[in-house]
């Protein structure tokens, strides 16, 4: 499995290493513009493993949504609002993409899911701040977090990756809301945020590139 990876996926390997290493050195002493470089490194590489092992329209896409999520990793650290926008544009490409990979058949417990996602996670959403001012940009955010995660769910792609995947990321944006409410003086944030959301890119990312080289009939090495 690790000779495979460092061969066959060096930048899976790449991803992975400042992935970890930015867990332990994000409250550290590193310069800000290099940490922040660092800090997009993890899901940035994420985008090139993508973009490599999967030609085509739909490895854009997904590359495109790992390389969106790697800027707005950045640019979260410099602006909200910017970070957030470009979370969007990832959410909208990873949206297209599953829409164009609908699953034929889906238990009814399975769209009942997808279906209650959506308006459960924005209500917790924007109940979250203590601000009430902020809680409208908040919920507009989520839904469009919301709709990807349904999406995912119901998409044809592997729902003990992508559809999992695509769920952690939803919880992680979830800690990151509770900042502004009642874990605002809690660590736990802290501990939960990036690895919450970088496992789920991670199980979103290498769970689309498996499945759509299986339907190439590419072989996975």
Same mark, same amino acid.
């Given at each position: 499995m690790k000779r495979a990876i460092i061969e066959s996926?060096?930048?899976? /390997?790449?991803? +992975?290493?400042?992935?970890i290493s930015y867990f332990f050195v994000m409250d550290g002493n590193v310069p800000g513009t290099f940490l922040i470089l660092w800090k997009g490194a993890g899901v940035g590489f994420l985008a090139v493993y993508a973009l490599r092992r999967v030609r085509g329209f739909d490895g854009k896409l997904i590359?495109?949504?790992?390389?969106?999520g790697s800027l707005g990793d950045m640019l979260i650290e410099l602006d909200l609002i910017l970070g957030a926008a470009a979370f969007i544009g990832g959410h909208i490409l990873a949206i297209i993409l599953y829409a164009r990979h609908?699953?034929?058949?889906t238990a009814f417990s399975q769209k009942l /899911?997808?279906? +209650?996602l959506i308006p459960i996670t924005v209500f917790i959403?924007?109940?979250?701040p203590f601000d009430r001012a902020e809680a409208p940009g908040?919920?507009?955010y989520t839904l469009i977090l919301a709709a990807m995660a349904a999406m995912a769910w119901t998409s044809s792609f592997s729902r003990?990756?992508?559809?999992i995947g695509a769920i952690l990321f939803v919880i992680s944006d979830l800690f990151i809301f509770s900042r502004m409410g009642f874990l605002q003086n809690s660590t736990i944030p802290d501990w939960t945020v990036w690895p919450l959301y970088y496992v789920g890119q991670f199980m979103i990312v290498t769970g689309v590139v498996r499945n759509l080289r299986e339907r190439a009939?590419?072989?996975n090495p």
């Open positions: 996926r060096p930048y899976l /390997l790449l991803s +992975l290493v400042f992935a590359a495109g949504v790992m390389g969106f609908r699953r034929a058949e /899911l997808a279906i +209650l959403a924007w109940s979250l908040i919920a507009a003990y990756r992508v559809g009939h590419i072989p």
